[in-house]
């Protein structure tokens, strides 16, 4: 197996990638996996939990406490072990997902996850040291915002973790860009600063992502 560069994007060939901050995705060597069928319900919120906290790692019970509350300790378990199982076997790649010491994580050595990349590049653009240079700030701000297209799993419907996974992911865009929109400013660049102000209410809604189109 290739080993990935530390700044490797969803272009390396990982042997699985995980969209998410867009239309929901997963890719398996470069192939889309197909999500039809009932048994592979929860196998795929399994997946989504995992990408809601970025890949992990993730208690076990923090997640059987999400996925199974209805169920007591000793089902709910259970039910993860099963679970966990038929998401190994529909991933084709069982290391991808790693189980060990009462935690669960997706292996970031193979397996691209967009919020985990995300995160990361949110990080960077409130990293002075990152933003110190224009072209850093504009290369920040164009990977942020083609990581993040769209509110996290917009489409799905709501559940206290989905929910919580995407106001914080809002709230992380926000943050980030107003850091390079403040790092722009110190530059002289207040036009600069006001569109990356503007580009950040764009994922949020689809009326400021017209409004944006049309004022551009």
């Known amino acids: 197996n290739l080993q990935h560069p530390a700044d490797a994007d969803d272009r390396w060939p990982w042997k699985l990638k995980l969209y998410t901050l867009r239309p929901f995705e997963v890719r398996i060597d470069e192939e889309p996996l197909d999500y039809d069928g009932k048994a592979r319900t929860r196998p795929l919120a399994l997946l989504k939990l995992l990408a809601a906290q970025s890949g992990g790692p993730i208690a076990i019970t923090r997640v059987t406490d999400w996925l199974w509350p209805d169920q007591d300790p000793a089902q709910a378990r259970g039910s993860f072990d099963v679970t966990a199982s038929r998401l190994r076997g529909m991933l084709?790649?069982?290391?991808?997902?790693a189980i060990g010491e009462g935690k669960v994580a997706l292996d970031a050595h193979l397996v691209w996850v967009d919020t985990r990349a995300f995160v990361e590049t949110a990080r960077r653009c409130s990293d002075p040291l990152q933003t110190a240079a224009k072209r850093s700030q504009s290369v920040l701000f164009h990977r942020l915002t083609d990581l993040y297209r769209q509110p996290f799993l917009q489409l799905d419907e709501e559940e206290p973790w989905t929910v919580e996974a995407r106001t914080r992911y809002a709230a992380l865009l926000n943050t980030a860009i107003e850091a390079l929109a403040r790092a722009a400013e110190a530059d002289g660049q207040r036009?600069?600063?006001?569109w990356m102000r503007e580009r950040a209410s764009v994922a949020q809604s689809p009326e400021a992502r017209l409004r944006l189109i049309v004022n551009r």
């Open 191 to 194: 036009d600069e600063a006001a």
């Open 92 to 97: 084709r790649h069982k290391e991808a997902l």
